[in-house]
């Protein structure tokens, strides 16, 4: 076991060990959206990260996620039997959408593929406001949910759980020979059909893999507030996963995970500040500086680039014994993001 | 001998510039065919519409007397069309042995598995690399590809093509870059390949000499046209090859 796995193995026990240390309820609550948006922020670095998609539509299936829980707890019953037939709902929606976007749209060029997912997601945002009879539109709806969920603690440790389960999966999906095709595409996308891979089957299975957590990671969200409105649809959510992921590191596992929690920190501190100056309202004002900082001198993301200084130094004291270890590819994975998000790859 | 290869009035034209005209070509079952021509005469673009990067705007293509002419590269690949590419083409962020381990996936057909790791499996590992130092690229397996030096780069070239094992490989100047000393151990390399597996080998070159005593047969080429074709002794002995080729345009573009 290397030093890193170690240290995420204690990094959960503390946070499994955490609720019943500190008892503020605020801090759980965040604690739990940030694990929750660390998934949904995981899904979308499997498409930004591991395979060079760009999709500015992630929104419609965490969407898909929290209107299936919220309407079926609301319009049937707040039983177990129901919130799984909501999970299960979810999973074949957010399956069946993300394969049809893809099949439609993932031969695109990737500059058109990214706005085309945007305008889907566009329809569905439009959708859940038109259908007020069933969703109330921006209003939203509240709703029950089973006993079980409703205490804090147990959803945190729920919510923990389904990021450690995300985490290990992407650690053995993004290792496994599928896995290592999706980089390469990433890479290279004609190499790749030269080699005799269907690239498009590739994309489009990422794309099902992506939406279906993206969705999982919707039900939990509602079922945090026990609330959903049309928000959930919105560019802004999306656009949250980009910027969790690029800060994090982009093509890293855990990346996305701290992404999200600086975000969500950040998000959290600066409201209390709000009252001392009104810029700290503006909170989005400031992550764009943030965001533009990190592109600009950080663009491997704070892992990339921690690992690159990891990298170096254990070279300077092995004595260049192991040149260009495992460890500075990560890093150089932002460089070609850098390009995908410059659009330079498909050229 | 058995043809494997065959091509029917190919042309391919770029805005009405015929890059390759008319071109009918057929290669036999384990020869050794080198294609041969100055700078632009087409040979790229010849591979190109061989392993379906392009699809010729007239003519048609053949496989074992099978028409590939609509077909994929992927399909074309799976078919045993495999090629190298003259500019160098892989995947910069990813270590040399990862670029081969990918070649040897496919070759193995192992495409969807999601839930292995990698590494458990080790045919395809020890396969990629015993290529890789086919190629004398061992040394640099954990190296990403990016921070390969130029000639480096051109062997794992070679080396994904190898890796592919497919029975017909074609090979767009292999060793243009690579330095000096290393040249004869690469179109050794080649030699051994379709000698001990019985492969049929396409392979550009620019300089003729370097080709003369590998090589079955040379074809010749010349304005997108094919200019002659035959045995090596025939063709140096050609006297339009002489004068288009081998005379003034040769010394030019070399
Ligand atoms: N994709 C392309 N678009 C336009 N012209 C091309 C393209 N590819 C090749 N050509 C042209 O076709 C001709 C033949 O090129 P090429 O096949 O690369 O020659 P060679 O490999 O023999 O040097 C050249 O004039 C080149 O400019
Ligand atoms: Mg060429």
Known sequence: MNKSTIALIV?????????????????????????????????????????????FGHAMFFGIGAY???????????????FLFAVVTTLILTAIVSYLVGLLTLRLHSHFFAMFT???????????????????????????????????VIFYLLSLGLLVLAYLFFRRFTQSPFGKVLQAIRENEKRVESLGYRVFHYKIIANVISGMIAGLAGIFYAVSLRFVNTSVFSTEITLDALMMTIIGGVGTLF????????????????????????????????????YIVVVMFFPSGIVGTVKTWFTRRNKQILGK??????????????????????????? | MDTIIETINVTKSFDGHEAVSDVSLKVSKNELKSIIGPNGAGKTTLFNLLSGQLKPTAGEVLLSGEHVTSLSPTYRTRKGIGRSFQITNVFPNLTCFENVRLAVQSKEGVYYNMLSHFTSHKKINDLAH??????????????????????EQ?????????????????????????????????????????????????????????VLDLSDSITVMFNGALLADGKPEEIMANEQVQTAYLGGLYNESS
């Open chain 1, 11 to 55: 990094l959960v026990i503390g946070l499994i060990l955490l609720p019943f240390i500190q008892d503020s309820r605020s801090i759980l609550i965040l604690m739990t959206q940030i694990f929750i948006l660390g998934v949904f922020a995981m899904s979308y670095n499997l498409l930004l990260g591991y395979t060079g998609i760009i999709s």
């Open chain 1, 68 to 82: 299936s829980i919220g309407l079926i707890m609301r319009y049937y019953e707040p039983t177990y039997l129901y």
């Open chain 1, 118 to 152: 945007f305008a889907i997601a566009g329809l569905f945002l439009v959708a859940a406001e038109k259908w007020r009879s069933l969703t109330l539109g921006n209003d939203g709806i509240t709703f029950k949910i089973p006993d079980f969920f409703k205490d804090r």
């Open chain 1, 255 to 290: 990346g996305p995970i701290l992404g999200s929690a600086i975000v969500q920190f950040a998000q959290y501190s600066l409201m209390d500040l709000a009252k001392v100056h009104w810029i700290f309202e503006r909170w989005v004002i400031l992550f764009g500086i943030i």
């Open chain 1, 321 to 347: 014994k192991k040149p260009e270890g495992k460890k500075s590819m990560e890093s150089s994975k932002a460089d070609a993001m850098k390009n995908i998000l410059k659009g330079e790859v498909d050229g």
């Open chain 2, 130 to 151: 015993e290529v890789l130092s086919t190629v004398l690229l061992d040394s640099k397996a954990e190296e990403l590809a990016k921070n390969l030096a130029h000639g």
């Open chain 2, 154 to 210: 051109r062997k794992l070239e070679i080396a994904m093509l190898l890796a592919l094992d497919t029975e017909v490989l074609l090979l767009d100047e292999p060793t243009a870059g690579m330095s000096i000393e290393e040249v004869p151990k690469i179109l050794e390399v080649i030699k051994q390949i379709k000698e001990t597996q019985n492969r049929t080998i396409l392979l550009i070159e620019h300089k003729m000499d370097m």
